[in-house]
């Protein structure tokens, strides 16, 4: 039986993931957990088969917590699930540990498919994005602006770039308006940006923003 901790600050898409896991014969899922701290709380404390695990949180960044299920319990696999777009995420997570990326807008057999794969230890990604990834590997040899970037500082710019203010930023990810405005002047300096127009113009050019 594959037991999986979903996590996830909508409690509208937690019901919808244990609606469709609940009909399948050789996965349950083991707990719920509304966000990062929590999630990394229940970790320590049980055992699970694997995770599914929401990208955007308020209290902790999923590639935060990601980072720390790799760093503590390398041996648990980890899926992501995102509303982001993959051309988003989907490579940053991946390299960062996760075993699989999706989107929430998949169908349920995918994900029935994505959990089954992860959880065996395979990686998952879905075809759609191998196959651009494999059209554009000459093109991702040559590093673009926003990939030099941190996860932080990229969580960021696609943040800024979709309307966001500082200090709703701030808000959003429980850091000072003045620790926002760092970033924010790291990544213009990276990027060669001048301000969050030529940001925003940018992000939507590379299609980082939807």
């Given at each position: 039986m594959?037991?999986?901790?979903?996590?996830?600050?909508?409690?509208v898409?937690?019901?919808?993931?244990r609606?469709?896991i609940?009909?399948?014969?050789?996965m349950a899922?083991a707990?719920?957990?509304?966000?990062?701290?929590?999630?990394?709380?229940?970790?320590?404390?049980?055992?699970?088969?694997?995770?599914v695990?929401?990208i955007?949180?308020p209290d902790?960044?999923?590639?935060?917590?990601?980072?720390?299920i790799?760093?503590?319990?390398p041996?648990?696999p980890?899926l992501?699930?995102?509303?982001?777009?993959?051309?988003?995420?989907?490579?940053?997570?991946?390299?960062?540990?996760?075993a699989?990326?999706?989107?929430?807008?998949?169908?349920p057999e995918?994900?029935v498919?994505?959990?089954?794969?992860?959880?065996?230890?395979?990686k998952?990604?879905?075809?759609?994005?191998?196959?651009?990834?494999?059209?554009n590997?000459d093109?991702?040899?040559?590093k673009?602006?926003?990939?030099?970037?941190s996860?932080r500082?990229y969580?960021?710019l696609?943040?800024?770039?979709?309307g966001k203010?500082?200090?709703?930023?701030?808000?959003?990810?429980?850091?000072?308006?003045?620790?926002?405005?760092?970033?924010?002047?790291?990544?213009l300096?990276?990027?060669?940006?001048?301000?969050?127009?030529?940001l925003?113009?940018?992000?939507?050019?590379?299609?980082l923003?939807?």
């Open positions: 594959i037991n999986i901790l979903i996590v996830d600050d909508h409690a898409v937690r019901a919808g993931l609606q469709i609940s009909g399948v014969s050789d899922v707990d719920e957990a509304n966000g990062g701290i929590e999630a990394l709380t229940k970790i320590r404390n049980k055992g699970y088969s694997m995770v695990l929401d955007s949180m902790k960044s999923g590639l935060d917590v990601l980072k720390e790799r760093n503590g319990y041996g648990l980890v992501m699930l995102s509303m982001y777009p993959e051309d988003q995420y989907a490579v940053r997570a991946m390299r960062s540990g996760a699989g990326y999706m989107t929430k807008d998949s169908a995918e994900l498919t994505a959990i089954r794969t992860v959880a065996s230890g395979r998952y990604i879905s075809s759609d994005f191998a196959e651009r990834i494999a059209c590997i093109a991702c040899m040559k673009e602006p926003h990939e030099i970037l996860d500082e969580q960021i696609c943040t800024i770039a979709s203010t500082v200090s709703e930023i701030a808000g959003q990810l429980s850091r000072s308006v003045k620790t926002i405005s760092t970033y924010r002047s790291r990544i300096k990276k990027m060669q940006l001048k301000n969050n127009a030529e925003t113009n940018y992000a939507i050019r590379n299609h923003i939807h």
